[in-house]
């Protein structure tokens, strides 16, 4: 019985699920009125909420930014906030329309599980915490140091990996959950806390005194974080995708939040084509001409949203390194708006 | 009864309580064993289909990771199937000294309940109601922070004199380095220990024959500490220690017990020991105290009425409840997870997540712990016989 029930079952749902995943995302979103955006379920700096339950973080930005661009009003997104385990499937099953989830971009990801990753809003890699009054600056001073992190992420194969290379003596402390390694870390149990860099200066919020911490240069690990939809929706991929660089666009450009009125009577035509002053490309993607314009004016440019988030003015104090322009030495490179 | 001629007319087949209890019995190994292939070929069918391979080849894989406590040698290059042995280990080991701790303390905190000095059981008495009543999971968490918040670190360590050395990292210990000429001494102890049986039973013998008594205590501790001791003066104290040295960030060299390591033993001594002490105490208290009584009257003090007339009868009543202490203990070694000590639940967890081989991994799990209990239990149940009352 089960064995023609079961197919029976599996294939409605999957059809549910097809055809709402086939249907262009972008004239479901306008007829509900809202995005529904899948977050993480509270990492700081990145998508947190506050006591009043407001969202905020640089991942939540890429959302309010997108319905800046649709609806004209930051409000407009709903929030569904998601485990590491549930984060695919919940977008894979439809019920959210995109995951800005400080979600790495592997091959794997790409390819096998039905998901386009729609650019890197967070260049991130694995790093090292340790203690300042330990007088270390360097990973590669940390021979015979005994090092705390998570089971079963790759992390634990990267420090193995990396302390084997260079020859280095460790101890490694794995505990299941994150607030177990931050725990044991904090009472001095380790010497070096690893995990993603960005993790790293959100649980460093977490520590009895967080001053006391600094996160080492050393990166062993590449991991690009991003935005993600499901394949098959190219006009709803293309938006996604060009709100990221439109908010990168706009750094490069110098236009912020504030100025950005008084930028729309610029002379420079790539200012005027990202604002929607010259030529249709807001059309192109299904939303008004002032699309870029909304976003800049609502969210701020890709530089204020890093700065108010998590940059060096804010708790989590991550220097721009590689998530600086192109032209400011970082690897940040939008495609023109032409 | 075999006489089928006085029976009654035999009802039809429907009523007769013999083939309904046979009908019964057979529907229900039935529903078992297609219980039971239902699942597993399901089982084997999805795996099949969604192209997940099974078997057990994995476990030759490199393992790639580290593990902070290794009984026998290990590297990242070694295999997932190490991996998971230093694992099981890791949990025997914490097991076989839990039991050992759990039983001591636990004797003691049973006698002293029925202490008549009032502080000695009202401290026993809390200390079983304290301990039984707080979940394990949190006394293995208070026990590890406790540990971990109030040492020092390595640099600012606490030396306990004799190379000894306490910090947030753990309890490190002289290790001893023995030289060749050191078999004698074990030799010494073994021919000691042997030595100590036969005089036990010679002198058994001797006292039921004659009534006469043999101070073997004495002769037992000559033998198995005195003698192993003197061979060793001899052979000019044939060993050296490797003391513990700050080295970087850490103490290296020495005998090294990892925080993880002792803050379980304690947890599990300590709970185990709570439910021994109860059942100590049950035991005790179930020897009527008319033998008591009687020992008294056969002019035994207190001590040996105990040793000889209680704590056997004791035994009798103690033993199954205890093999069942002795098991939850076995078995709640596997919280260790939740403290970072390598244990079998925790190394195969992450050979789990590596190298997704959930059925396999679970299936290793679940024999071993079964092997453990069945092991600990066959001891028992022998134990058991041996102690049982021989009724004639």
């Known amino acids: 019985m089960s064995k023609k029930f079961l197919p029976l079952v599996l294939g409605a749902a999957m059809g549910v699920a097809a055809t709402s995943a086939s249907a262009a995302t972008l004239d479901d979103v306008k007829a509900k009125g809202f995005v529904q955006c899948g977050v993480s379920q509270g990492l700081p700096g990145f998508s947190n909420p506050d006591s009043q339950g407001n969202w905020t973080g640089l991942d939540v930005d890429v959302c309010r930014a997108m319905a800046a661009a649709i609806f004209d009003d930051v409000n407009a997104v709903k929030f569904t906030p998601l485990s590491a385990k549930e984060r695919f499937t919940a977008l894979q099953s439809g019920e959210i329309d995109v995951l800005s989830r400080n979600t790495t971009w592997t091959m794997t990801r790409d390819t096998s599980l039905g998901l386009n990753f729609a650019g890197v809003n967070y260049y991130d890699g694995q790093g090292f915490m340790v203690r300042k009054d330990l007088g270390v600056t360097s990973a590669l001073e940390l021979s015979g140091a005994s090092v705390c992190t998570n089971t079963g992420t790759t992390t634990e194969l990267n420090v193995a990996d990396y302390f084997r290379a260079n020859n280095m003596p460790y101890e490694i402390v794995a505990f299941e959950k994150a607030d177990e390694v931050v725990a044991a870390y904090d009472a001095g149990r380790c010497d070096v806390y690893t995990t993603d860099a960005s993790g790293l200066y959100a649980q460093r919020l977490k520590l009895t005194n967080p001053g006391d911490h600094m996160v080492l240069p050393e990166i062993i690990s590449k991991e690009p974080l991003g935005p993600v939809v499901r394949q098959g929706d190219d006009q709803w991929f293309n938006l996604v995708k060009w709100t990221l660089n439109a908010m990168i666009n706009a750094e490069e450009l110098g236009v912020t939040s504030a ?30 001409n002032d699309w870029a314009a909304r976003i800049i004016k609502h969210v701020g440019n890709y530089g204020e949203s890093f700065d108010a988030n998590v940059g060096p003015d804010t708790p989590l104090g991550i220097a721009r390194g590689v998530n600086a322009l192109w032209s400011k030495g970082g690897v940040l490179y939008a495609p023109p708006v032409r | 009864m075999s006489d089928t001629a006085d029976a009654p007319p035999r009802a039809s087949l429907l009523n007769d309580p013999k083939v309904r209890g046979l009908f ?22 999805n795996l099949e289909r969604q192209n997940i391979s099974s078997g057990f080849d994995f476990l030759k894989n490199t393992a790639g990771f580290g593990i902070s406590q290794t009984p026998i040698e290990y590297s990242e290059t070694s295999s997932y199937g190490r991996a998971i042995v230093i694992g099981f280990l890791n949990t025997l080991l914490v097991a076989v000294f839990g039991i050992f701790f759990a039983t001591i303390i636990g004797f003691v905190v049973g006698i002293s309940r029925l202490s008549t000095n009032w502080v000695i059981s009202k401290l026993a008495y809390w200390y079983v109601e304290i301990v039984r ?7 293995i968490l208070f026990w590890y922070l406790l540990l971990i918040e109030s040492t020092p670190s390595p640099r600012k360590s606490v030396e306990l004199g004799a190379g000894a050395v306490l910090n947030n990292r753990g309890f490190f210990l002289p290790k001893p380095i023995w030289g060749d000429v050191a078999v004698y001494s074990l030799a010494a102890l073994i021919i000691g220990i042997i030595a100590t049986f036969v005089i036990r039973s010679w002198a058994r013998k001797r006292q039921e024959l004659t009534g006469q008594q043999f101070p073997v205590g004495l002769t037992a501790l000559g033998a198995i500490i005195g003698f192993p001791l003197l061979v060793f003066l001899i052979t000019g104290l ?27 033993l304690f947890a599990l001594s300590i709970y185990t020991a709570a439910f021994i002490a109860e059942i100590v105490r049950a035991g005790i208290q179930a020897v009527s105290h008319g033998q008591t009584e009687a020992a008294h009257a056969l002019g035994l003090r207190n001590s040996p009425t105990l040793r000889l007339v209680v704590i056997p009868q004791a035994m009798r009543v103690m033993i199954p409840p205890m093999t069942s202490q002795y098991l939850n203990l ?5 919280l260790a997870v939740a403290i970072a000590f390598p244990d079998l639940v925790a190394n195969g967890q992450i050979v789990m997540n590596q190298s ?37």
Request: net charge neutral.
């Open chain 1, 259 to 288: 100025n950005v009125d008084d930028m729309k009577g610029s002379d420079n035509p790539s200012v005027k084509r990202l604002l929607g002053t010259e030529g249709a490309y807001g059309e192109n993607i299904g939303l008004t």
């Open chain 2, 24 to 45: 019964y019995q057979v529907l229900l190994v039935a529903f078992l064993v297609a219980g039971g292939w239902f699942i597993v070929s399901n089982t084997a069918a």
């Open chain 2, 133 to 139: 009543n707080v979940p394990l999971l949190l006394q």
């Open chain 2, 238 to 264: 044939p060993v050296q220690f490797e003391y513990p040295v700050l080295k970087g960030f850490n103490y290296v060299g020495g005998q090294r017990l990892i925080p993880e390591f002792l803050a379980l």
């Open chain 2, 330 to 334: 076995t078995k709640n070694s596997s």
């Open chain 2, 356 to 392: 997704g081989r959930a059925i396999e991994i679970v299936g290793i799990w679940m024999v071993v712990y079964l092997s453990l209990s069945l092991g600990t239990s066959a001891f028992m149940n022998w134990y058991n016989k041996r102690m049982a009352l021989v009724e004639r």
